[in-house]
């Protein structure tokens, strides 16, 4: 019997392997590219007997990284920021009274999620151009709101409703505590997994923005790191150790983010995807 379990578990460890695998290989090339000297010609697969920071320093100069990393950061900030506290204070009505009215909105946050953002580009285009909010950061940060803020609300309504039990605020009101306090001392703290969560996935999400960024973000001093990217990849096609250099400056802060947030991302998407 214990060997006839232990194919399967075999199995789904060397699929799960492959995949591993597959998903790492990429980096790895980008790693050994990155590292190479201009002179260095030998194979992708092969790392560099001498690791060189000079692709990096030249691609953050030629591609005016820092000026679009601290745009990318700003925005991912204050978007992340504003989707925690509107998408759990929101969240939190909807999970706890089950009116009709309150069943009614969560369904049309749901219901939002399924529509494409790209079908709102044209009115939103001439929307953003009308009130002459074109080129600035706030029209990021608040259409990264816009876009996400259902997919927040989902989560948080359904963490709350699956994991932090009502007593808790029971006994928090018997001691006097209006809504706002047991919302903020009581349950707030108590969603830091799927808080997490959000977290990641908006940020990855936002800092990973092109469709969007192209069109409201064109010029210079609020470009994007992926905009930058774009130009820079295009303008540096036959030199790929540049091209390596910049793009794992771009990919490091979301992988750092991912690694301080890891132990809790599983956890709170999965009780954060419960539906009440």
């Not at 789904?12 to 591993?20: C, N």
């Not at 816009?146 to 928090?172: M, N, Q, V």
Request: a positive charge; proline letters at 4%.
């Amino acid at each position: 019997m214990e060997k006839t379990n232990r194919k399967p578990k075999l199995f789904l460890s060397v699929i799960a392997l492959i995949i591993a695998l597959y998903h790492l290989v990429p980096f790895y090339i980008l790693l050994t590219t990155a590292f190479k000297a201009k002179g260095d010609f030998s194979s992708k697969w092969i790392f560099p007997k001498q690791f060189s920071f000079d692709n990096f320093r030249e691609a953050w100069e030629m591609a005016n990284l820092g000026q679009s990393l601290w745009n990318t950061v700003i925005i991912t900030f204050f978007s992340a920021g504003l989707l925690i506290i509107l998408g759990s204070l929101a969240a939190y009505p909807l999970a706890r009274r089950t009116t009709k009215a309150n069943k009614l909105v969560y369904v049309f946050f749901i219901a939002v999620m399924v529509i494409p953002p790209l079908t709102a580009l044209v009115p939103l285009y001439q929307l953003v151009v009308d009130i002459g909010m074109m080129n600035t950061r706030t029209i990021a940060v608040l259409n990264n709101v816009a876009a996400y803020l259902p997919l927040a609300i989902f989560l948080y309504a359904g963490f709350i409703r699956s994991t932090i039990p009502k007593e808790l605020e029971e006994a928090a009101k018997m001691d006097g505590a209006n809504t706002l306090s047991i919302f903020f001392r009581v349950v707030f703290p108590l969603l830091k997994p799927v808080t997490a969560s959000i977290l990641i996935i908006s940020c990855v999400y936002i800092w990973n923005d092109y469709q969007f960024a192209i069109f409201f973000l064109q010029a210079e001093e609020v470009k994007t790191i992926t905009v930058a990217l774009s130009s820079f990849f295009g303008q540096n096609t036959s030199n790929l150790n540049l091209v390596a250099a910049a793009a794992i400056m771009a990919v490091a802060p979301m992988v750092i983010l991912f690694l301080l947030l890891q132990k809790h991302f599983i956890q709170g998407l999965a009780s954060g995807s419960v539906k009440g």
